[in-house]
T-cell receptor
Framework: AQKVTQAQTEISVVEKEDVTLDCVYE???????LFWYKQPPSGELVFLIR??????QNEISGRYSWNFQKSTSSFNFTITASQVVDSAVYFC??????????????FGQGTELSVKP | DAGVTQSPTHLIKTRGQQVTLRCSPK?????VSWYQQALGQGPQFIFQ???????QRGNFPDRFSGHQFPNYSSELNVNALLLGDSALYLC?????????????FGPGTRLTVL
């Protein structure tokens, strides 16, 4: 069965610190997608990144970077020089693929990040 | 370009009642998925609609039903409400393209069952 584990329930850092959010997934599929979403207190899930299982290149977008390692089934997310506005709950998700039916998302429990000034 | 919209924002019901939640997808999207998010948990997949048909369903009882209209908007109906149905209900839209597409979420409807 597919599963996503985010072992860190809460993380608290001081502004400008770097922080890494861990995500470990389980799947038997050879083709799958991984996602990160951000959920601020308003509740709306904001899409951050999508990665497919064939592309293990790390990605950087501004202060955000992602490290995908199939060997350890991990897809970790790092925020460099954190800011108060980064405070939110972050979810890692795995997409189960059924051809031509889109994919349902399987979410982890989320990591609540608190960045203090 | 309007994003995913949901209504109402908040709703309070009592046990045994029925509720209908509404979702309008992002412009250009034709697929709508619904998720339930209990407090402190990750969202759980309820079902997905495409071409006005339910295409996939998660582990939710038949009390949860849905509908998709020709304009791609969607409704989620929950009958015989239980206290445990209290949650944030999230709608996500995507463009079905044969491979998984990114799902974009609306702001959610917070349902409280008393």
């Amino acid at each position: 069965a597919q599963k996503v584990t985010q072992a860190q329930t809460e993380i608290s850092v001081v502004e400008k610190e770097d922080v890494t959010l861990d995500c470990v997934y389980e799947t038997r599929d050879t083709t799958y997608y991984l996602f990160w979403y951000k959920q601020p207190p308003s509740g709306e899930l904001v899409f951050l990144i999508r990665r497919n299982s064939f592309d293990e290149q790390n990605e950087i977008s501004g202060r955000y970077s992602w490290n995908f390692q199939k060997s350890t089934s991990s897809f970790n997310f790092t925020i460099t020089a954190s800011q108060v506005v980064d405070s939110a709950v972050y979810f890692c998700a795995l997409s189960e693929l059924i051809y031509n039916q889109g994919g349902k998302l399987i979410f982890g429990q989320g990591t609540e990040l608190s960045v203090k000034p | 370009d309007a994003g995913v919209t949901q209504s109402p924002t908040h709703l309070i019901k009592t046990r045994g009642q029925q509720v209908t939640l509404r979702c309008s997808p992002k412009s250009g999207h034709d697929t709508v998925s619904w998720y339930q998010q209990a407090l402190g948990q990750g969202p759980q997949f309820i079902f997905q609609y495409y071409e006005e048909e339910e295409r996939q369903r998660g582990n939710f009882p038949d009390r949860f039903s849905g509908h998709q209209f020709p304009n791609y908007s969607s409704e989620l109906n929950v009958n015989a409400l239980l206290l445990g149905d209290s949650a944030l209900y999230l709608c996500a839209s995507s463009k079905l393209s044969g491979v998984t597409d990114t799902q974009y979420f609306g702001p959610g409807t917070r349902l409280t069952v008393l």
